[in-house]
């Protein structure tokens, strides 16, 4: 099969590996699209490396069709369609998947933006509703509102019936998350996020906090919670770390929750996707969430797609074609 690999001095090639095998409890699926994620771009440069016995091939989501069957899954068969989350292996025509990473492609989408879903929807929901413990009527801010994990807790809070404050770089972009249903979109390069927080919020403070900063924004984000507020950090972006004032944490009755989903042990991953394919998911049908798709691009145009994620400048998610 053909798939991309990272060459001695970080480059991208698109070359021929042998095909990925359906193991025990495992699917093999025929990829449509590969979901390009920042991950991939840590990985490539050598700071992210896959989780013990994961392919060392790019690409944590994809969609596709099952071509094969490993021993003892139930549930799946040759033919269906479906979207994946991976540990990696994502960046190849053939890609083999746990059978409890799988969820059905919605009707409401093409099997090829179905891609750039599980990652994201994955991420945003698990830690959003699980470990931020969003709830209708509360207000979250979501760091990051024009990237793919961004695009979809805004879609996901507004569907619950959480208030949306998000964060994005310039107005043209603000706006588009509005578009996407945030109630507060804030221009980071050209307002001061604290100051507009406190003021959307009349001096309360958010609830949640959906965080990719880290350390770099540690302060303010503490500063920005309510009295019980949750700050869900899930990247680190600005620095793995920074200085935190307990005081105010105990003063404000705050907690911090930080997380992956990557490396988790698959019996937790299936969790996740089983919350997600029940509650989530019947969203997309439902007209309540979207996929947001930057770019199509052929899978040996990768590099091309992690120079244009790094660049800043893609709003929602860009996906692979074999």
């Not at 994201?120 to 801010?141: F, H, I, Q, Y």
């Not at 793919?148 to 809070?157: D, E, K, M, N, R």
Request: aromatic share 2%; proline share 5%.
């Amino acid at each position: 099969m053909r798939a991309i690999t990272v060459t001695s001095n970080n480059s991208l090639e698109l070359t021929e590996v042998p095909d990925a095998q359906a193991g025990p409890g495992e699917v093999l699926v025929e990829v449509a699209a590969a979901g390009v994620n920042r991950a991939d771009i840590l990985q490539r440069a050598g700071h992210y490396p896959p989780p013990p016995g994961a392919s060392d091939i790019m690409g944590l989501e994809v969609s596709g069709t099952v071509v094969a069957l490993g021993e003892g899954v139930d549930g799946s068969q040759v033919g269906d369609e479906v979207a994946a989350l991976l540990a990696g292996g994502g960046y190849a025509e053939l890609v083999a998947v746990p059978a409890g990473q799988l969820l059905p492609v919605p009707q409401s989408v093409s099997l090829v933006d179905a891609g750039g879903l599980p990652e994201a929807v994955c991420t945003a929901w698990d830690n959003l509703m699980r470990a931020g413990r969003l709830t209708s009527g509360e207000t979250v801010l979501v760091h990051g509102g024009s990237g793919g994990v961004g695009s979809a807790a805004i879609q996901l809070a507004t569907a619950v019936g959480a208030r949306v404050l998000t964060t994005a770089g310039g107005p043209e972009r603000a706006a588009r998350c509005r578009e996407l249903g945030a109630d507060v979109a804030i221009d980071y390069k050209g307002q001061d996020v604290v100051a507009a927080v406190k003021e959307a919020t009349g001096g309360r403070g958010v609830d949640v906090i959906l965080d990719v900063l880290g350390a770099g924004g540690l302060g303010d984000n503490v500063r920005m919670l309510a009295t019980a507020g949750r700050l869900v950090v899930i990247g680190t972006q600005k620095g793995r770390k920074g200085e935190l004032d307990l005081g105010m944490l105990l003063t404000k009755r705050a907690s911090i929750h930080a997380a992956t989903l990557r490396a988790r042990p698959l019996v937790q991953k299936a969790a996740v996707v089983e919350d997600v394919r029940e509650r989530a998911w019947p969203m997309l049908d439902g007209g309540l969430l979207r996929p947001v798709i930057a770019e199509r691009l052929p899978l040996a145009e990768a590099a091309r797609a992690h120079e244009l994620l790094d660049s800043g400048t893609v709003f929602g998610k860009i996906v692979l074609l074999p």
